[in-house]
């Protein structure tokens, strides 16, 4: 079977949407990755010096800013694929 341009486009098309979507999960991965990690245990004796509501940072972002970054992440994630969706005029199988 020979290509058709509009299968090309099509496929380009896919790739630009994959590779945006690869590039959203990049940044929240990386953003998760220094909230849990990095704030949590490598930077932890730094930030014990805030204190937050009688709490040291660092175990404040170990026991429950994390949580509250996760949820943001999630909700940024969303919204970004949702307008991603619409650029590629992707549609859910509902």
Do not use: H
């Amino acid at each position: 079977m020979i290509p058709t341009n509009e299968n090309k486009e099509t496929n380009i098309a896919r790739k630009k949407y994959w590779k945006t979507n690869l590039k959203y999960l990049g940044a929240l991965l990386s953003i998760w990755f220094l909230c849990s990690f990095g704030a949590g245990i490598l930077f932890r004796d730094t930030l014990n010096e805030i204190r937050i509501g009688g709490f040291k940072l660092g175990f404040w972002f170990a026991q429950q800013g994390a949580i509250y970054i996760f949820t943001i992440l999630i909700i940024a994630y969303i919204f970004l694929m949702n307008k991603l969706d619409k650029k590629y005029d992707v549609e859910d199988d509902n």
